[in-house]
């Protein structure tokens, strides 16, 4: 059987250019005792024959995989979609593949941590929004490999992130500089493992109301679940029914915030005129919706994180602990707008303006 009707082999390529096995063996290394002529020879010999080395006997020479793995709790977010759609061409461009875990749910994610199985498959792994716990972050460093975290800060390890708190505070002062006083949180509840996020935005927004001296109110911070529409209506109508509704309402996340602008809408309740709305992420919609809120970049973390990555497999001795914060913007919209006044200084307008009409 000739090469052309088999996959051919280092010794069809190496006849073909006229070398011994080894040197081909050398060439598809990458090492530097090849002499630029002899190269070019087996390259081209390579490419005539469709041959490639496989990664498992790639491997076997080099102890890596070729492979970057990725953990994810869920695929079906604008943010998991954005991060992981930046790897691709990095990836690529470093000779490397992506194996995506997904672990939906408590069962999965038990599973996988059980059995590790980017173990001996991978040569790097970035791990994404996950609340873990001390055990399976322990797990993890038992991996002989780096371990990237994006989206969270883990103490000693490498972390790409964003400074939730730091960008809550901004947005939350935002809302007090237009005059508002009455704030509101509406957050998630996630079993997903999004929790390290929500949770440092709640603080940054009580820190910036303490910093401006305005007393914090348990009532004015209310949880629904992603994408629950009948959730979201509810904690709506919570605000609405206290003695001193809010006169603006932060959402953790974009979708969040659509959310709670629709619930309003429905209501007869003017945004930004009586209940103003501030989200966080940028996503596409927000543009869309004129949204008010806290840009960050998925796109810019996946990057950053990949590229540590490849740092600390080309450098084992490459410092583990590196923290990556990037920044975050406020983008103020059409959703937010200093508070209405109050009945009395309105109702005081309203005659102003009866009088001014009458002596003309």
Not at 236 to 261: H, K, M, N, W, Y
Not at 322 to 332: D, E, G, K, W
């Amino acid at each position: 059987m000739s090469p052309a009707q088999r996959h051919p082999t280092l010794a069809d390529v190496a006849e073909r250019a006229g070398v011994s096995p080894s040197t081909v063996s050398r060439t598809m290394r990458g090492l530097t005792s090849v002499s630029p002529d002899v190269r070019a020879r087996v390259e081209q010999a390579a490419r005539e024959l469709n041959f490639a080395v496989s990664r498992q006997a790639s491997s076997l020479v080099t102890g890596r995989t070729g492979v970057m793995a990725v953990l994810v709790p869920t695929l079906d977010s604008w943010f998991m979609g954005a991060a992981l759609s930046s790897l691709g061409p990095l990836l690529r461009q470093a000779g490397m593949e992506m194996t995506v875990y997904v672990v939906p749910d408590l069962a999965e994610r038990a599973e996988f941590f059980d059995r590790l199985p980017a173990r001996r498959n991978a040569d790097a792994l970035l791990v994404f929004c996950f609340d873990l716990t001390k055990e399976e972050t322990a797990r993890l460093d038992d991996l002989a490999m780096p371990v990237i975290y994006i989206s969270q800060h883990v103490e000693g390890r490498p972390s790409v992130y964003v400074d939730d708190v730091a960008a809550a505070c901004k947005a939350t002062r935002h809302l007090i500089n237009l005059g508002h006083r009455r704030i509101a949180f509406a957050h998630t509840s996630n079993a997903r493992g999004f929790s390290f996020s929500s949770r440092e935005r709640l603080v940054g927004y009580r820190q910036a109301l303490t910093e401006a001296g305005i007393p914090l109110d348990d009532d004015l911070v209310v949880t629904t679940r992603p994408r629950d529409k009948r959730g979201t209506t509810q904690a709506v109508g919570t605000l609405l029914s206290l003695r001193e509704p809010p006169t603006a309402i932060f959402a953790e996340q974009d979708e969040l915030a659509a959310s709670v602008i629709s619930t309003l809408r429905t209501v007869q309740i003017d945004v930004p005129q009586r209940i103003s709305v501030l989200g966080f992420d940028d996503q596409l919609m927000a543009e869309w919706l004129d949204l008010s809120t806290v840009a960050q970049s998925p796109s810019d973390l996946g990057r950053a994180a990949a590229e540590l990555a490849l740092e600390l497999i080309n450098d084992p001795e490459s410092d583990r602990g590196r923290h990556i914060v990037l920044p975050t913007h406020l983008i103020p919209r059409g959703t937010t707008a200093p508070p209405p006044a109050p009945p009395s200084e309105q109702e005081g307008t309203d005659r102003l303006s009866e009088g001014t009409a009458r002596t003309r």
